[in-house]
């Protein structure tokens, strides 16, 4: 997938200019895969889902894993998303898992969320992480006055919701251009990248075999098990786990082609903000933030002062159409804290989420490839999901029962043929910013 990796002036995936990069401290990097090796268990892809099985295989279940990770841990989504601790993971909401599945289904995957969000604050405190964790709850803000009552509407039916209007915003700090918001108490921001490279230490530190640059290039049967090649080696292993989210390559494993759909999410920092500037825009809580409309933004002041601000990138995956999109992302910012129009943005890159064709993650077993699993599919929802997620495959990885719910264990259906996805994904990105209205 050379389209995905954008290679720097010597030819290794580059990092993303990202605030979080230049504000973790640094590590040393993984060295690659070289020889024959051998392990019972090969996970693809280093983000929070790979490290969170690996450390479960390890710690929980005693059986050997190895890492493989095409550039460096962390290089995915899990080192640059906008470290919103919350639930999410599917587009599916209660109901419509009910009416699909059962309510079982929808009782089970609530619950999911909560232990997700749990898993990641025991991660943090079990490995010693510091990873600037801020207030807990979340707040989402209405962007039209029919949004905001169907807000209220939802809220009602959620006893710990708190609505908010305008006037009850501004007095929290949380003064946009906004009808409205509802404020619900689970969940906590995090600096992602400190995050994951504490995962990498505790996994590291629990005999989890580490490799980065060691694209998976190749992986066929082998005996009873997998053969994965890379640049400068192979791994053999009796299974295998596709932790690759929005990078997965779908030409090494055609079961998936047509099932997932990669989308870019964008994301800007500002400078850091004077406290005179916070005030000017009334903006001066740290609790996490996303609006209501389709196309949607996500933004928290961090806890330097600086804001960040995140929403869909371009419809093209295209890197110069990544790159361009910046000046559309900084257009929505200015228009939404108008106060802030002119401050000076320090950092802007792009990133890969992943939705499936089931709307719903995928935890379980490859068809037709005994051994083979995959946990992705996290709906630009991934910190706790994807670290959850990660832990509840390792008991099927260890050859004991999939400890996913039952929701993660219905395979993706297909969702748009891969020569159709960038025609799709501009027809949809259209319609839903029309029917959003304007900013
Ligand atoms: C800009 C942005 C903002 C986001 N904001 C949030 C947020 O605030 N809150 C939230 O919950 N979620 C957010 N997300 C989503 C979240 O980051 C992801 O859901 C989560 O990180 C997925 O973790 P993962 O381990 O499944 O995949 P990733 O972290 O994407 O890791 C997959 C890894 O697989 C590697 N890989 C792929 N192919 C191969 C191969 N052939 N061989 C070896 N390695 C391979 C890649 O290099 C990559 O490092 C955001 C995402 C983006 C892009």
Known sequence: MPDRFIPSADGQPAWPDSHWRVSA?????????TGEQHADVAIIGAGYAGLNAGLELAEVHGVSAVVLEAAQPGWGASGRNGGFCCKGGALLDGAAIARR???EAAAEWAAYERDAIERVRDNLARYAIQADAGPEGEVQLAHSPRAYAALQADAAADPGALCLSP???????????FFGGVQTPAGFPLHPLKYLRGLVRAAQGAGVRLHGDSRVTGCARAGAGWRLTTARGSLLARRVLWATNGYSDEALLPW???RILPLASAILVTRPLSPAELQAQGWTSQIMAYDSRRVLHYFRLLPCGRFLFGGRGSPSMAPAAQAAFRQVLQAEFAAL????????VEHYWSGHVCLTGSRAPWGG?????DGMFAALGWHGNGVAAASEGGRRI?????GGPNRAPALLHRRPGRVVPRPLR????RVGMAAARWLDGPL
């Open 167 to 177: 006037t009850e915003l501004a007095e929290r700090g949380l003064h946009g251009r």
């Open 25 to 33: 401290d640094a590590m040393t990097d993984a060295g690659p895969l």
């Open 256 to 258: 998936l082609s047509g």
């Open 337 to 344: 804290f108008p106060a802030w129009a002119g401050v000076d």
């Open 365 to 369: 077993a490859v068809p037709g490839h």
């Open 422 to 425: 960038p025609l799709a994904l």
């Open 394 to 398: 390792a008991a099927a990885l260890a």
């Open 101 to 103: 599945h059962g309510p």
